[in-house]
């Protein structure tokens, strides 16, 4: 009696050989598909946070050159200030930056400066698609 069940026993772990190796495929599959989607989550967190930090500052640098100041400035100047500020992981080019002064660049005026940028996944499901991640921020201009 005791040898039938031993039979049993091998024979059902013989009937299971692959059963490991295609547990591991499906975990592994999900597993790295998890770990995509947290490395894309902190990248648009890395590039909304430069996006909003962009705004904010480029709005700190026409506020002070206004059209009083020795040095004014122009949209142009400001859409090179945000690019040269730009870190290592965006691309500059995929910036888009617009300024407006209302009603001009003079002292009492006020000035807003948009920044946006065309975020694109790295996951494999998502690679297709892409986010707008903008931010604007709006001062009195000083000088």
Same mark, same amino acid.
């Given at each position: 009696?005791?040898? &039938?069940?031993?039979?049993?026993?091998?024979?059902?772990?013989? &009937?299971?050989?692959?059963?490991?190796?295609?547990?591991?495929? #499906?975990?592994? +599959?999900?597993?790295?598909?998890?770990?995509?989607?947290?490395?894309?989550?902190?990248?648009?967190? *890395?590039? *909304?946070?430069?996006?909003?930090?962009?705004?904010?500052?480029?709005?700190?640098?026409?506020?002070?050159?206004? $059209?009083?100041?020795?040095?004014?400035?122009?949209? $142009?100047?400001?859409? &090179?200030?945000?690019?040269?500020?730009?870190?290592?992981?965006?691309?500059?080019?995929?910036?888009?930056?617009?300024?407006?002064?209302?009603?001009? &660049?003079?002292?009492?005026?006020?000035?807003?400066? $948009?920044?946006?940028?065309?975020?694109?996944?790295?996951?494999?499901?998502?690679?297709?698609?892409? +986010?707008? #991640?903008?931010? $604007?921020?709006?001062?009195?201009?000083?000088?």
């Amino acid at each position: 009696m005791k040898k &039938n069940n031993v039979q049993k026993g091998r024979a059902s772990r013989r &009937n299971e050989r692959g059963v490991a190796l295609l547990e591991f495929s #499906l975990v592994i +599959v999900v597993f790295f598909m998890f770990v995509f989607g947290v490395m894309d989550f902190g990248r648009a967190i *890395y590039t *909304y946070h430069f996006v909003s930090n962009a705004a904010c500052e480029a709005t700190r640098y026409a506020m002070v050159r206004g $059209a009083a100041s020795t040095d004014p400035v122009t949209a $142009a100047d400001i859409a &090179n200030y945000v690019k040269s500020i730009t870190p290592q992981g965006i691309d500059p080019s995929a910036l888009t930056v617009s300024t407006s002064w209302s009603p001009n &660049n003079a002292p009492g005026s006020s000035v807003r400066v $948009a920044v946006s940028d065309n975020f694109r996944f790295m996951t494999p499901l998502l690679q297709n698609y892409q +986010v707008t #991640l903008s931010d $604007a921020s709006q001062m009195v201009i000083s000088q």
